[in-house]
């Protein structure tokens, strides 16, 4: 059994699967798959695979327009050694048109953070390059998601000065809230202040644009410095497990089929593609440097 | 500011959060031994657990610093670690909700990939 904990560059490891979102704020861990897995083994056991597939999460009340196609199946990015399921997202295999470059240098530029985030918490956390101290699997998973809750733990004191929400607040929605909050987070040495809300919802504030909300927010962080409130932040009841399964087996099967799909995976990938070839101005433009945009 | 920052590499509001739960658990609260003289204190435990976890660094290599043996500051990190993750795992490591799932996919749709509610990636 400890063979299957090789991995592929000889050392004794386990793998990380990991969910983040552009400020490096972790969504989903799933730790301790040995390392002699590749990834799609991993994520075939990992439990976001199992709820997707079994239809017990993403919510599907959002539905997006792609290129004049409504979805309702939202999807994660994620590079391109994946099989071919309508909720993953990766770039064209060998792009020959130039659609397909600009969207593979899109979704490579997007995807980007995802591979900052394993760097970030290596060079933040060392104990994360010297996995094997406690020589327990039990210890290594223990220790790897206490890293991670610090990590965020530190995103969200920190998520107010970073480069990410000055352009998000730059948006065309973005209204003035983050940048109200903007900079006292950094300069004054109050550190105690979390978020306005506290959570990772703390940028949903700016979305909405009034200054009310800011000044609730800023209201609710002299009252409660620090906390995240479980209540506030309750997860979605769609996360529990029940059984037998809410809309019976047939529903299980029906989201089986429509995640695995490859052709619908297909379909999106071709709108997305024109989709962002149809925008590529606006949507390259951060990732390009000024002698780029002439 | 940013001096407890280079030292400890964790800004002062996640130390001082942590710190001030993990008084809880017997390990780290300051007894008396059978000497009369008291034990470690909890500052001590807790910057070698938070030392070894930052650095990396050799569990005795601590002992210069806080004066903690090696098992010590081992079974303090083991202590922390679990005080961490079942404190907080429900809190940090979770699904997002309605108004976070909104406002993820409001930003990637703003980065050109509407729908897209995450980036996911393995690491070795």
Redesign the interface.
């Known amino acids: 059994m400890a063979g299957s904990y090789q ?3 000889s050392s004794r ?1 386990i ?8 400020d490096l704020w ?4 799933f730790v301790g798959a040995p ?1 002699s897995l590749n ?1 799609i083994n ?2 075939h056991q990992s439990p ?1 695979y199992l709820d997707v597939t079994a239809g017990r ?3 599907r ?2 539905s ?3 290129n004049g196609t409504i ?1 309702t ?7 391109g050694l994946y099989p071919l399921y309508a909720f ?2 990766f770039p064209h295999p060998m792009p020959s048109t130039e659609e397909r470059k600009v969207f593979n240098c ?2 490579e530029a ?2 980007k ?3 900052r ?2 760097s970030v918490l290596t060079q ?7 996995p094997g101290r ?1 020589r327990l699997v039990k ?1 290594l998973v ?2 790897f ?6 990590h ?3 995103v969200e ?2 998520r107010e000065g970073f480069l990410s929400r000055h352009r ?1 607040a730059e ?3 973005g209204g003035g809230g983050a940048s109200a909050v903007d900079g006292d987070d950094e300069g004054s ?1 109050n ?4 978020g306005p809300d506290g959570g ?2 703390g ?2 504030g700016s ?1 909405h644009g009034g200054e009310a909300d800011v000044a609730a927010g800023a209201a609710a962080r002299r009252a409660a410095p ?1 906390n ?1 409130h ?1 209540g506030s ?4 009841l769609i ?1 529990l497990v029940v059984q037998p399964p809410a809309g019976g087996m047939a529903a299980v099967f029906d989201a089986w089929g429509e995640t695995r799909n490859v052709a619908e995976h297909m379909r999106l990938r071709a709108d ?1 593609t024109a ?2 070839w149809n ?1 590529r101005c ?3 433009a951060p990732y390009l440097s000024k002698s780029d945009s002439r | ?1 940013h001096d407890f920052e280079t030292r400890f ?6 130390f ?3 710190y001030s739960e993990v008084k809880n658990p017997p390990f780290f609260w300051r007894c008396i031994n059978a000497t009369g003289c008291p034990q470690a204190h909890l500052v001590q435990k807790v910057v070698a657990a938070f030392r ?6 050799a569990a005795d290599r601590a002992d210069e610093y806080v004066r903690l043996s090696r098992s010590t500051i081992l079974f303090s990190v ?1 202590c ?3 005080c ?2 079942s404190k ?37």
Not at chain 1, 124 to 130: K, T
Request: glycine share 8%.
């Open positions: 991995t592929r560059k490891g793998v990380v699967e990991a969910v983040c979102h552009e972790i969504w989903h861990l390392g990834d991993v994520m976001l999460w993403p919510p009340n959002q997006y327009t792609l979805f199946l939202p999807y994660y990015l994620m590079d993953l997202m899109l979704q997007v995807r953070d995802v591979e985030l394993f933040r956390f060392h104990i994360a390059l010297h406690y210890m223990l220790t998601k206490a890293i991670c809750i610090l965020n733990m530190w004191s920190r998000h948006g065309p929605n040495g550190e105690d202040g979390n990772p919802a940028g949903g979305e620090g995240v479980a932040n309750a997860p979605l996360n997305i989709h962002v925008d606006d949507v390259l | 500011m590499r964790v800004p002062r509001a996640v001082q959060r942590v070894m976890l930052m650095y990396g660094e083991k922390l670690v679990a961490i993750v907080w795992e429900s809190t940090f490591l979770r699904r997002p909700n309605n108004a976070e799932l909104m406002t993820v996919l409001y930003r990637n749709a703003e980065r050109g990939f509407p729908g897209g509610m995450g980036l996911l990636d393995c690491s070795h």
